[in-house]
């Protein structure tokens, strides 16, 4: 068994000095703890596997194709392989769990 306690992820992602932490990787699926500060720009491009965020806290939108939606502690949202998004217009601390299925870059030629 693998399991994992949120204020841990987060003290170890902000001990990388990275915005992504990558924390799970089995071929079928990969998990990650993604944080924004407020104000910052993402900067992704589209994945080539299926992707689901969890909203842990903070307040932006984010874009999917070409839908706007407003994002808050608790929100879920899907986005389906190699369909461009980005979070945007941050007003608050964005931190995100993030799962990837297949695993993150296992469809990537």
Do not use: C
């Amino acid at each position: 068994m693998q399991a994992y306690e949120l204020a841990h992820l987060i003290s170890q992602r902000e001990s990388s000095n990275q915005a992504y932490l990558e924390f799970l990787k089995v071929p079928d699926l990969s998990m990650g703890l993604y944080v924004l500060p407020a104000g910052s720009i993402d900067m992704q491009s589209p994945h080539t596997e299926d992707e689901v965020y969890y909203v842990v806290s903070g307040k932006a939108k984010i874009k999917v194709a070409d839908e706007d939606k407003d994002v808050s502690a608790g929100s879920i949202i899907y986005v389906a392989k190699n369909v461009e998004h980005r979070f945007h217009s941050i007003e608050e601390e964005l931190t995100l769990l993030v799962f990837f299925a297949p695993a993150e870059y296992f469809n990537r030629p």
